[in-house]
């Protein structure tokens, strides 16, 4: 789903529709609504006017995916640009926050694009799948495998033209990534991290031992977050006590 304070799209099915998408206004009332026979919505984004929409549309062929990236003018249902991928699942689209720029996101590559859907840059992944990421702050942020067991990883962070700005290696398996402010958080195993970042790969690091593996890392704009597994939950903060690693 994708909401704003606009309105809100949602990904849905009917009998006789495989998937579908339905958008409403800020009133509540639906203004769009695209249905598909043959092929899967995987994700959804809509501006701030919710005057356009974008879905992700997938269907099999010969084992492989066939996608289509949509935008609609949700007024009067046109299509207004496309983008067509090859053998890619899209899991994420995001807007900039002044709309210019749209980040699409596959299970192996990420695609920096104008708001026209036209390709300015991309990323490939180091390995066959997405691991973690979070989209916030008009950046976006993955962590990737730099070993075969998958126990040690390297995070790194793009904003929306597809420049790297930051990026660190972890002695850890990363299980989640939160962002909130200018604070990434990054939770494995018995261990947080934190870094207040800034331009150019600048950045303060606090590390945090969590006693616990948890699978979870929530935070909010006071530097505040939260850890979270199936048996525990734990709160703290930055400015609490903290190791600085640099």
């Known amino acids: 789903a994708a909401i704003n304070q606009n309105g809100f799209a949602v990904i849905t ?21 695209w249905m598909s026979s043959d092929m899967f919505l995987t994700a959804v984004e809509l501006d ?33 640009h496309q983008l067509q991928l090859a053998d890619e699942l899209p ?3 995001k807007y900039s926050s002044l709309g210019d720029k749209i980040i699409v996101v596959t299970d192996s590559m990420i695609y920096f694009c104008s708001d026209q859907l036209n390709i300015n840059s991309s ?3 180091n390995q066959s799948k997405i691991n973690n990421y979070v989209i916030e702050n008009d950046s976006i942020v993955i962590s990737e495998n730099t070993s075969v067991s998958g126990n040690s990883m ?21 299980n ?27 950045f303060n690091k606090y590390i945090f031992s969590t006693n616990s593996n948890f699978k979870t890392v929530l935070s909010d704009s006071e530097n505040r977050f939260i850890l979270a597994n199936s048996k525990r939950v734990s709160r703290g903060s930055i400015d609490s006590n903290s190791n600085n690693g640099k």
């Open 13 to 33: 099915s009917e009998k006789s529709y495989r998937s579908g998408v339905i958008v409403f206004n800020d009133n509540y009332k639906e203004i769009f609504r």
């Open 48 to 80: 701030k006017t919710a005057s356009k929409v974008i879905c992700s549309a997938v269907k099999a062929n010969d084992g492989a995916y066939e996608t289509v990236i949509y935008m609609y003018d949700t007024t009067n249902g046109t299509v207004l």
């Open 123 to 125: 990323y490939k992944f």
């Open 176 to 202: 989640d990534l939160s962002m909130s402010s200018d604070i990434l958080y990054a939770v494995g195993d018995e261990q947080l991290y934190a870094y207040k970042l800034g331009k150019d790969n600048n």
């Open 154 to 174: 390297q995070v790194f962070a793009f904003d929306f033209n597809g420049k790297q700005f930051f990026t660190d290696k972890l002695p850890i398996k990363i």
């Open 91 to 93: 899991v994420a689209i």
